[in-house]
């Protein structure tokens, strides 16, 4: 039983850290990343490549007394690159969310009028209610 139990524990710790290696995210099932949101972390990932890359060759050129131009001028055109790339991402997550945003209005607009349509419907067989006791009052 306690075997059993230690063989759970390590298959869970294990779906875990594969949804932390794959997602960056705890948790036993990874939640769906949106393609926006998939873009985004591998530019995240390339940046912090270029940044590796850099900092190697920036060590690589001291031991040996190199320049390290070349390498630095490669991370300048990828991160230009990148650069392009954030600000095309950032124009559609702007249009996305705008988009949303009109979604959501036009959803809220509708639970308000299914709200107001409700009272107005309790209203009116308040008033007809009101009514009716009138008349039996008279």
């Known amino acids: 039983m306690k075997t059993l139990i230690v063989l759970l524990l390590i298959v869970v710790a294990g779906l875990a850290a594969i949804s932390f290696v794959t997602t960056g ?12 949101e998939t ?3 591998a530019l995240e990932r ?6 590796r890359q850099v900092a190697s060759a920036g060590r690589a050129a001291g031991l040996s007394g190199a320049g390290a131009s ?4 490669a991370a300048q055109r990828e991160v230009e690159r990148l650069g392009a790339e954030v600000e095309s991402l950032l ?17 809220a ?12 419907e309790r209203a009116e067989k308040l008033r007809n209610a009101v009514h009716a006791f009138q008349r039996e009052l008279r």
């Open 25 to 36: 995210e705890m948790g036993l099932v990874p939640r769906r990343l949106s393609p926006e």
């Open 109 to 120: 607009t509708r639970r308000v009028e299914r709200v107001r349509a409700k009272a107005r």
């Open 39 to 41: 873009q985004l972390r």
């Open 91 to 107: 124009a559609r997550l702007h249009d996305s969310a705008v988009k949303h945003a009109a979604e959501a209005r036009a959803g």
């Open 70 to 73: 070349a390498a630095v001028a």
């Open 46 to 51: 390339r940046l912090e490549e270029t940044r």
